[in-house]
Nanobody, 122 residues
Framework: QVTVVESGGGSVQAGDSLRLSCVAS???????MGWFRQAPGKEREFVAG????????YYADSVKGRFTVSTDNNKNMAYLEMNSLKLEDTAVYYC????????????????WGQGTQVTVSS
């Protein structure tokens, strides 16, 4: 059974940085990993992803240049480094896994963590 657990959320001020972590029960090298977020009243959206086999990374336009996704396959860990945080980055952030290539659609991911809250204030 594949399990995924996120951590590292918190409350920060605009412009600050935060790093989210994701630990899985499987090696990321065999999966595609996506970070998603969901703000109150909004749909869950793709934020960033990394394909385990190739290391290729993908980003939503809204976070490109500010967020960085990475994995440590030796530790079955993935990270989302978030810099220059904005008020609109406030959301619950989820780590998700799927087999094969990256998808920007949440419904393609069968394995999800419980989410971690990120709150950005002015």
């Amino acid at each position: 059974q594949v399990t995924v657990v996120e951590s590292g959320g918190g409350s920060v001020q605009a412009g600050d940085s935060l790093r989210l972590s994701c630990v899985a029960s499987v090696r990321f090298s065999n999966y595609a990993m996506g970070w998603f977020r969901q703000a109150p009243g909004k749909e869950r959206e793709f934020v960033a992803g990394i394909r385990g086999r190739t290391g290729s990374t993908y980003y939503a336009d809204s976070v490109k240049g500010r967020f960085t996704v990475s994995t440590d396959n030796n530790k079955n860990m993935a990270y989302l480094e978030m810099n220059s945080l904005k008020l609109e980055d406030t959301a619950v952030y989820y780590c998700a896994l799927m087999s094969g290539a990256i998808s920007y659609q949440s419904y393609d991911y069968p394995y999800w963590g419980q989410g971690t809250q990120v709150t950005v204030s002015s």
